[in-house]
T-cell receptor
C-alpha cells in the first residue's frame, strides 16, 4: 500500500463555498496528479505536476486550481463550488511506470 | 482516437468460481498495460503491469495476459473470494510524451456472492 493521503475523505458543502482538497505523499515522488471520477465512469485527468512550482491542466477542463509548493503536497482548490462539481477526486503520484493512488475525496455540493 | 474498452460492464459470480475480464485498446504507441482493483469509495490499487514484450503476469490469484498484436488483454481471477468484489480497471500508457499518458477503461464491476 502506497503512502499517499487525501483529506477529507467525504465533504458535503453548499454552493458558492471555497474548498481545498488536500493530497500528500511521503514517497518523494516528483510527479503528482488529480483525477475526477464519476460513478461507473473512467478516471479523467484534471491536473498534473512534474515537480515543485510545476502545474499543468489535464485532459478534462476543470474550474479547480492546484499548487505545488512542496514536493509532498499537491492541494486542489475550488473557489466557488457548484453542484456540477459533485464527484470523486483522486490524487496520485508516480515513479517510472507505476502510479499510486490515494483513497479519494467524495465531494457533494448541494 | 486512443481508447480502452472493457467487457463485461458488470459480472456476478459465486464464491470459488473463476472469471475472466476483457480489455481491448487502440492506444498507440503502446508502453504498458496495467490492471487495477478499485474497492468502492477507495483509490485504485495496482494488480499487474505488463510491457510490450510480456504476455502474461501473475499476482496471486490474478493472472493478466497481453496480446500486443491484437491489442487485447485479459485478467483471470481464480477461486474467487468475497473480497474480490470491486471494480477492475484496465489502464494503457503510451510513450508519446514525457508524462506517459494514461488511458483508463470504465472498469468491470465484479460482484462475488457467497
Amino acid at each position: 500500500e502506497a503512502d499517499i493521503y487525501q483529506t477529507p475523505r467525504y465533504l458535503v458543502i453548499g454552493t458558492g463555498k471555497k474548498i481545498t482538497l488536500e493530497c500528500s505523499q511521503t514517497m518523494g515522488h516528483d510527479k503528482m496528479y488529480w483525477y475526477q471520477q464519476d460513478p461507473g465512469m473512467e478516471l479523467h485527468l484534471i491536473h498534473y505536476s512534474y515537480g515543485v512550482n510545476s502545474t499543468e491542466k489535464g485532459d478534462l477542463s476543470s474550474e479547480s486550481t492546484v499548487s505545488r509548493i512542496r514536493t509532498e503536497h499537491f492541494p486542489l482548490t475550488l473557489e466557488s463550488a457548484r453542484p456540477s462539481h459533485t464527484s470523486q477526486y483522486l490524487c496520485a503520484s508516480s515513479v517510472v511506470n507505476e502510479q499510486f493512488f490515494g483513497p479519494g475525496t467524495r465531494l457533494t455540493v448541494l | 482516437k486512443n481508447q480502452v474498452e472493457q467487457s463485461p460492464q458488470s459480472l456476478i459470480i459465486l464464491e470459488g468460481k473463476n472469471c475472466t475480464l476483457q480489455c481491448n485498446y487502440t492506444v498507440s504507441p503502446f508502453s504498458n498495460l496495467r490492471w487495477y482493483k478499485q474497492d468502492t469509495g477507495r483509490g485504485p490499487v495496482s494488480l499487474t503491469i505488463m510491457t510490450f514484450s510480456e504476455n502474461t503476469k501473475s499476482n496471486g490469484r490474478y493472472t493478466a495476459t497481453l496480446d500486443a498484436d491484437t491489442k487485447q488483454s485479459s485478467l483471470h481471477i481464480t477461486a474467487s473470494q468475497l473480497s474480490d468484489s470491486a471494480s477492475y480497471i484496465c489502464v494503457v500508457s503510451d510513450r508519446g510524451s514525457t508524462l506517459g499518458r494514461l488511458y483508463f477503461g470504465r472498469g468491470t464491476q465484479l460482484t462475488v456472492w457467497p
